[in-house]
C-alpha cells in the first residue's frame, strides 16, 4: 500500500539489531543516542517554560529567544551574521523541508555517500534525485575529479554533513574550499547537515561552509540541539541562512508541522546560551570514550579508521560485516551497525562496522573490554 514515493526504504537493519541486543542482552552501540540526560539546567528551563504557560502553538519561525539564540550562537562560535532563521522539527525536517522547498521535481542533489538515511528518502517525496558522491574509506575522503563527474545541468543542490555520520570525517578547509568552488562554478545551492557541530576532537575546528568566502548567500546552514545537549528525543533544530533560502524551508514547514513543541524551544534558547566551557568539556568526554573504545577495536585485532568527531567509530571486521554483526553480540555482547547500509556502494564497504560510543563511561569501557577479549 505504500507510495512507490516512500516504497523501497522498508524496515531497517536498526530494527533487527536492537532486537537482537534485546534477546542477547548485548550492548547496542548501534543507535547513535546518548544513555543519559543532558544538562539538568537545561531539563529545567523546559519544565519551566512549562509550568510559566509557553504550551500553545509556537509562530512558524519558532519562538523569538531561540531566533535570537541560534543567530548569537553562530555569532560566538563562527563569527556569522545570519540573515533569517528558521525552526524545525529537528535537523531531519530542516533537511526535508529544504529540499520539498528550494528543488524541483527531476533536480539532482549531490550528497557524499555513505549518507544519512533520510537525505535520499526526503530527495524522494520532492520527486528529485540523491547523487552519490564517495567518500573512500580507510580515511574517507572524496576525490575533487568524482565530484565535479557528479554535476549535470539537472544539479541544483549539494548536502555536506560533516562532521559526517557514519564516518566521524571533518571536513578539512581544503576540501570545503574544493565543494565551495564547485558550488560557485556550477550556480548550486549549499545545505549543510551540522548537527554534531560541537563533537569535534583534537583541538580540530568544524568549520561551517558558510564561512567560505562567497558561501554565505548561498548557504543552508542546519543543526539541531539532540546530539550536543544529548536531548535527541526533542527534536529542535534549525535552519540559518540567506532570506531566500530559509523562505524555502519556511513555506515547506508550514503545512509540514507548523511549529515545534514550544516548552522545547524554550529550553533550546537556554542550551545554545551554555558557556563555551561547558561545550568543550563535552567534547572532551566524548573524545574519551572515543579512545577508550577504539582501543578495544584495535585490541580485537580490527582496523579503526581515523575519526575527527561524531558519536561513531567504522573499524574494517575483515570479512562480512553484516555476517559479523549479527555473530558479534554472540561472541562478545556488543552490537553494531555495517556501514554499507548507509552507502549504494554495498561491495567497497562491506567490510566495516560502524560502532556508537555515545553511552555512559562505564558503559563503553565494558563494550571495550568485551570486544578486546573477541577470540579471531
Ligand atoms: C547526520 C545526521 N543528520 C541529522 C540527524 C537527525 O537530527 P535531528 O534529530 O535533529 O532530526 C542525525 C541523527 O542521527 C544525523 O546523524
Not at 522498508?10 to 536492537?18: D, K, V
Not at 560533516?162 to 570525517?169: A, D, E, K, V
Not at 553511552?359 to 571495550?368: E, L, Q
Request: include cysteine.
Amino acid at each position: 500500500m505504500i507510495a512507490s514515493r516512500l516504497s523501497g526504504f522498508g524496515i531497517s537493519i536498526f530494527t533487527e539489531m536492537s532486537a537482537l541486543a534485546v534477546e542477547t542482552g548485548a550492548i547496542n552501540l548501534g543507535q547513535g543516542f546518548p544513555d543519559e540526560d543532558g544538562p539538568a539546567a537545561v531539563l529545567e528551563a523546559a519544565q519551566a517554560a512549562m509550568r510559566t504557560g509557553h504550551n500553545q502553538y509556537a509562530p512558524l519561525p519558532g519562538v523569538p529567544t531561540l531566533r535570537a539564540a541560534i543567530a548569537e550562537h553562530q555569532k560566538r562560535f563562527y563569527g556569522l551574521e545570519v540573515e533569517d532563521v528558521q525552526v524545525t522539527m529537528g535537523a531531519t525536517e530542516a533537511i526535508t523541508a529544504a529540499i520539498l522547498g528550494l528543488c524541483e521535481p527531476d533536480d539532482e542533489v549531490l550528497a557524499f555517500d555513505p549518507t544519512y538515511d533520510s537525505y535520499g528518502a526526503a530527495a524522494k517525496m520532492t520527486g528529485a534525485r540523491l547523487v552519490p558522491v564517495p567518500l573512500h574509506p580507510p580515511d574517507w575522503r572524496f576525490d575533487s575529479n568524482e565530484l565535479r563527474a557528479a554535476i549535470t545541468p539537472k544539479t541544483r543542490a549539494i548536502l555536506v554533513n560533516s562532521p559526517h555520520n557514519p564516518t566521524g570525517r571533518v571536513l578539512t578547509r581544503a576540501e570545503l574550499e574544493a565543494i565551495a568552488a564547485v558550488v560557485q562554478e556550477h550556480d548550486l545551492i549549499a545545505i549543510t547537515d551540522e548537527v554534531y557541530e560541537h563533537l569535534v576532537f583534537d583541538g580540530l575546528e568544524h568549520i561551517p561552509l558558510a564561512t567560505l568566502p562567497g558561501m554565505a548567500g548561498r548557504t543552508l546552514t542546519i543543526s539541531s540541539l539532540g546530539k550536543t545537549f544529548s536531548v535527541t528525543g526533542w527534536k529542535v533544530g534549525w535552519a540559518t541562512g540567506p532570506a531566500s533560502l530559509v523562505a524555502g524551508v519556511r513555506a515547506a514547514k508550514q503545512f509540514m508541522t507548523f511549529a515545534g513543541a514550544t516548552p522545547f524551544q524554550f529550553a533550546g534558547a537556554a542550551a545554545l546560551r551554555m558557556d563555551d566551557a561547558w561545550y568543550a568539556a563535552f567534547a572532551l568526554e566524548l573524545q574519551t570514550k572515543r579512545d577508550h573504545l577504539c582501543a578495544g577495536l584495535r585490541e580485537a585485532g580490527l582496523a579503526v579508521s581515523e575519526l575527527q568527531g561524531t558519536y561513531f567509530a567504522n573499524a574494517d571486521v575483515g570479512q562480512d560485516a553484516t555476517e559479523f554483526a549479527r555473530e558479534l553480540p554472540h561472541r562478545a555482547g556488543v552490537v553494531a551497525i555495517p556501514t554499507a547500509v548507509f552507502s549504494t556502494r554495498k561491495g567497497e564497504l562491506g567490510h566495516y562496522l560502524r560502532f556508537a560510543f555515545c553511552k555512559r563511561p562505564a558503559v563503553i569501557d565494558r563494550a571495550a573490554r568485551q570486544l578486546a577479549a573477541l577470540e579471531s
